[in-house]
């Protein structure tokens, strides 16, 4: 199997210079330019339609700039972004890893949501449950399908790969860590980070993008589908007694188990080398730069305005979509 391996690159200079590799300073300036339009232009397209809006966001945000770079940088597209046929035998591993993490992520976030709204905080509704079959499937198209696909283009098929000469797991661990700042939230920064490692993993283990756009899918599909339920339920976490939310127990564990059960089914039939073997470091050298810098500080103010409004410190309007 063909494995893109770019030349270790030097960081000074203009990442545009021609006949320069893809390479970590690069990847943050389209990181940073990405989650700076996504900023300030993606919310309000949603804000004037979701659905729409998130197609416009996704394809004119996310997808186009990955391509962009893959164009101005003159990828082997295959081999960088491991645009390979995703295997059959890797299905059932990725489908159990799917449903697993959802599972775990699942208690994990709402115990943590209940727990600070019974201490007065009240989350953001930044995307409203669908309440007809109808807007369900809009949802499940647009978070499922586009964002899937979108959102792994760029992060596991362009960023990640572009911090693979500074080892694997420093390229997984600093996508992940972009991909889940990106997303804007300090509630599901751990979960969005879980996320994103496993996708890493998958798209390196089974050697082709769309093991990770499945997963991606998979996940998505199982949060529109949450939503649509609770709604349809009118479940809230707050609702949620302490005593009932301790008999959900046995979920986390079969969640946990599945994950273990999944991660060792992907590796089973993977002819990946094992990844630990493969790091350098923890972080890539050099990933602390100016871009991300202004991405954290980017992060930290939404975070900050979460929590702020959550708790009531500040009177804002809190029905803009992101």
């Given at each position: 199997m063909s494995e893109w391996k770019p030349e270790v690159d030097g960081l000074s200079g203009s990442p545009l210079q021609p006949g320069r590799k893809p390479d970590l300073k690069s990847a943050l300036l389209l990181y940073l330019f990405v989650f700076a339009a996504l900023l300030f232009f993606g919310s309000y397209l949603q804000a004037l339609h979701f659905e729409?809006?998130?197609?416009?966001?996704?394809i004119l945000i996310i997808l186009l700039p990955a391509i962009w770079y893959w164009r101005r940088f003159a990828v082997d597209q295959v081999k960088f972004a491991r645009l390979?046929?995703?295997?059959l035998k890797f299905i059932p591993a990725i489908v159990i890893l799917a449903a697993s993490l959802w599972l775990v992520n699942a208690f994990i976030a709402t115990g943590l949501v209940g727990g600070l709204m019974e201490l007065g905080f009240q989350p953001l509704v930044l995307i409203e449950s669908p309440t007809t079959w109808q807007q369900y499937l809009g949802y499940v198209v647009v978070l499922s399908i586009f964002a899937g696909i979108c959102e792994e283009?760029?992060?596991?098929?362009?960023?990640?790969?572009?911090?693979?000469?500074?080892g694997l797991v420093p390229a997984i661990i600093f996508s992940s860590l972009l991909f889940a700042l990106l997303h804007g939230s300090l509630l599901s920064l751990l979960s969005t980070f879980s996320l994103g490692v496993i996708m890493a993993v998958i798209v390196i283990k089974t050697g082709s993008l769309w093991g990770g756009i499945l997963?991606?899918?998979?996940?998505?599909f199982y949060?529109?589908?949450?939503?649509?339920?609770?709604?349809?339920?009118d479940f809230e976490p707050a609702s949620l007694?302490?005593?009932?939310?301790l008999a959900l127990v046995p979920f986390l564990v079969v969640g946990l188990v599945g994950v273990v059960i999944g991660l060792r089914l992907l590796h089973k039939n993977s002819d990946q080398a094992p990844l630990l073997s493969s790091r350098r470091a923890w972080l890539?050298?050099?990933?602390?730069?100016w871009p991300l810098y202004l991405s954290l500080l980017l992060f930290v103010i939404i975070?900050?305005?979460e929590i702020a409004i959550g708790f009531s410190w500040i009177d804002l309007p809190v029905n803009v979509m992101d």
């Open positions: 729409y809006g998130m197609i416009a966001t996704q390979n046929p995703l295997s283009v760029l992060f596991r098929g362009t960023i990640m790969p572009a911090l693979e000469q500074r997963y991606h899918m998979l996940n998505n949060a529109a589908s949450y939503l649509f339920w609770a709604d349809t339920m007694e302490l005593q009932t939310y890539p050298t050099g990933w602390l730069s975070a900050a305005m």
